[in-house]
């Protein structure tokens, strides 16, 4: 099945929860949505009267995501929410954007199936995978999971992360294992607290400073179990090594893509234009240098299950373009089988 859907809530939603995200997609004849956990903020308070004896993960309308004893902030674990609640906590949560739709998760989650939109969740743009425990590995591994738990609880799947700029002067070796490292570290984190089977989706980049072009992604995943390339046609384009001006092009991706996907490929889109080498800005899909119709070939013929997400600036309504461009092009080879026959 090809699913269409946009990178975040509609910009034609009137209302900005994700509830309302869910059905404005389905309202519009898409069935994906890839929900954006972007600008994480932590709220720390002292635990109130009312929770004292509640077991963290119990606590309504909240994302808990640590407790601590008095004014001890530096160690900030999920693994906390099983601990029962007293006088003297600090509760840290995580407040704003789709983390206050928290309490209702469980509701989206069957929302979502019921309408037949596939969710899937993208973490922070900013990520570093790409050195050994600093601060901003550290940081990023805590926001990676956050999202793991929310995707759990939605039923989201990929959980889709970027792997963070090269440090000047660092050896590539020396980066990809980095990467290998932490992100098996948190596949294993993944197994043991999470109860669905979510992969990660290592989403593929362009620029000379950030780690995770095709090649480096595809390598990524073979040597990291869990994990699946999730292709950015745009930053593809950008590389140069492989110019997606014909359908074969398209297709040679996807083969390269096929010995780690499984269940479904999960893959962005939108325009692209390049302003300098590896360098690149994304635009509405009319007005780039990357053309959708190149790929319908390869979308008709598939049996794979492919979910296409919008990263254009104008969202849903590229969403919806590839959508019918999809379908006029199906329709029209239908229709000479038809008369050949």
Not at 137 to 154: Q, T
Not at 232 to 243: C, L, Q, S, T
Not at 303 to 321: G, Q, R, V
């Amino acid at each position: 099945m090809i699913r269409f859907g946009p990178s975040g809530i509609p910009l034609s939603c009137k209302g900005r929860t994700l509830e309302d995200g869910i059905e404005d997609v389905h309202k519009l004849g898409l069935s994906a949505f890839e929900v954006q956990f972007l600008r994480p903020k932590v709220r720390t308070r002292p635990v109130e009267e009312e929770e004292v004896g509640l077991k963290a993960k119990e606590v309504p309308e909240k994302f808990i995501i640590g407790v601590n004893r008095g004014r001890d902030y530096r160690e900030i674990f999920v693994e906390d929410l099983d601990k029962e609640l007293q006088h003297g906590d600090m509760i840290h949560s995580i407040i704003g954007g789709v983390a206050d739709d928290f309490y209702k998760f469980s509701k989206l989650e069957r929302l979502s199936k019921e309408l037949d939109v596939h969710l899937s969740l993208h973490t922070p743009y900013y990520m570093k995978f790409t050195e050994r425990d600093t601060d901003p590995v550290e940081k990023s591994k805590r926001c990676f999971r956050y999202g793991a738990v929310m995707a759990d609880i939605l039923g989201a799947e990929p959980v889709v992360t970027h792997l963070g700029f090269k440090d000047k002067g660092k050896d590539k070796d020396d980066i990809e294992q980095c990467v290998v490292e932490n992100l098996r570290d948190l596949r294993d984190w993944m197994v043991e607290n999470c109860e669905n089977d979510i992969k990660i989706g290592v989403e593929t980049q362009a620029g000379e400073d950030i780690y995770g072009n095709l090649d480096e992604t595809l390598e990524i995943c073979r040597q990291v179990s869990g994990t699946v390339p999730v292709i950015n046609f745009a930053h593809v384009k950008v590389e140069d090594k492989y110019p997606l001006e014909e359908e074969e092009d398209f297709v040679d991706i996807f083969e390269m893509c096929s010995n780690f996907v499984h269940d479904s490929y999960h893959v962005n889109f939108s325009g692209v234009e390049e302003r300098r080498r590896n360098e690149c800005r994304m635009t509405p899909i009319k007005r780039g240098d990357l053309h959708f119709e190149d790929l319908v070939g390869y979308l008709i013929d598939t049996e794979e299950n492919i979910n296409i997400i919008s990263t254009s600036p104008l969202k849903e309504h590229d969403a919806m373009y590839m959508k019918v461009i999809f379908e006029r092009i199906y329709t029209r080879e239908i229709g000479k089988e038809l008369r050949r026959d």
